[in-house]
């Protein structure tokens, strides 16, 4: 850790660590269950560990003593996405950003820049602010794209994936400025005007019925217009169209790759109720919030590299194994459409637990990235 996040102090770095050993040990992220976790693990007392943790998320002024520094998160997400890609395989030079908002007990509001892995994601850019706060979320999201700038090989190709909710203008400039390419759902409402060709249509005639796939290069939005490439796509499962707007060329691109961004959805829940238990949290200084939240993101970058790296490493079912008349072979669709049983997250949990009961070496996983989707439609 000292290693990758090297710009913290030596005190810093092991309260981190401790933050981080103890959320996983406790599968919670509270305060007072992570120092009594720590305190019966470690032999140590609870009320000095307790303090310890607390005082490594407040500001400065909080702090008692005149060595007391602060450390600004911003700082860290560099630094966190750097040693995500340094665990990428090196043949493997694509990745994908996914972008969104959860809200907290009309507390807070985080938004958030994931790389979405094998169903799950690991934040890598944060913001949180209050619930309920006038303004846009234009500078807090434009922060944190210019934090993340230069942070990735310019010979990658990164898309950032957006649901239609958060599509602006000044988003799709932005992602792009960092040399990213956008991959952004918009709303059918919109107009748009294929290339070669003045008049402006609805997008919502784009598309008659399920099961029909167009692509093309166009203008889109009458105001604000952005030259891109379209892609849309409608799946005989889902109620309406997915209209993906993007730079890249329609010849390498694909609408399907889409399906990925929902994974930062998935880790909301690891955050919350499936995982770090943070909505049981009583903090209500966004600051301190944001501190937090490097430790919950550290941890959940551990145990989903540990546990995608055991999720590649399963054998694929197969009927053919089965005795002919397991229940199985009845119900083939259901297994095909079974991705896997365990979320990688889930997996990796288990696995960490493991290396700690078992006083097995401690180590990161590596990534193995699944194939991008390439069907025509969902």
């Not at 994931?114 to 006038?134: H, Q, T």
């Not at 003045?198 to 598309?207: N, T, V, Y």
């Not at 692509?215 to 217009?225: L, M």
Request: one cysteine or more; hydrophobic letters at 40%.
């Amino acid at each position: 850790m000292k290693k990758n996040i090297g710009h913290f102090s030596k005190p810093e770095i092991r309260v981190l660590a401790l933050w981080t050993y103890g959320i996983i040990l406790a599968k919670n992220c509270g305060l007072s269950r992570v120092a009594a976790t720590l305190a019966c693990n470690l032999g140590e007392k609870e009320g000095n560990l307790r303090q310890r943790l607390r005082e490594w998320y407040w500001d400065k002024g909080d702090k008692q003593g005149k060595q007391r520094s602060e450390w600004k998160v911003q700082k860290c997400f560099v630094p966190l996405l750097q040693w995500v890609i340094a665990q990428w395989p090196k043949e493997e030079r694509r990745l994908v950003l996914a972008m969104d908002a959860t809200s907290l007990k009309q507390v807070f509001v985080v938004l958030s820049i994931s790389v979405v892995y094998r169903g799950c994601a690991i934040p890598v850019a944060w913001a949180i602010l209050p619930e309920g706060k006038k303004g846009s979320w234009k500078e807090p999201w434009i922060n944190l794209f210019q934090c993340l700038k230069d942070s990735i090989p310019s010979d990658w190709v990164v898309l950032v994936m957006a649901d239609r909710g958060l599509y602006a203008h000044w988003l799709y400039e932005a992602i792009c400025q960092n040399q990213w390419h956008p991959f952004l759902r918009i709303n059918m409402g919109g107009m748009y005007s294929p290339k070669g060709i003045s008049e402006f249509r609805k997008m919502s005639q784009l598309l008659p019925e399920p099961g029909n796939v167009w692509t093309g290069q166009v203008t889109c939005f009458r105001h604000n217009s952005v030259e891109g490439t379209l892609l849309a796509c409608w799946g005989f499962k889902h109620v309406e169209p997915w209209l993906i707007l993007t730079d890249l060329a329609p010849d390498h691109s694909y609408a399907t790759w889409y399906g990925m961004r929902c994974w930062i959805e998935s880790s909301f829940k690891d955050l919350k109720r499936d995982g770090w238990q943070w909505h049981r949290t009583r903090m209500n200084n966004p600051a301190r919030a944001e501190r937090l939240w490097l430790a919950l993101a550290i941890a959940t970058f551990w145990v989903v590299s540990v546990g995608g790296e055991a999720d590649a490493s399963l054998p694929a079912s197969s009927l053919e194994d089965l005795p002919p008349n397991h229940i199985a072979r009845k119900n083939k669709k259901a297994v095909s459409n079974l991705k896997r049983q365990l979320s990688c997250f889930t997996r990796g949990c288990i696995e960490v637990l493991n290396m700690f009961i078992n006083h097995n070496p401690i180590s990161i996983g590596l990534f193995y990235p699944e194939p991008w989707p390439l069907k025509t439609y969902p």
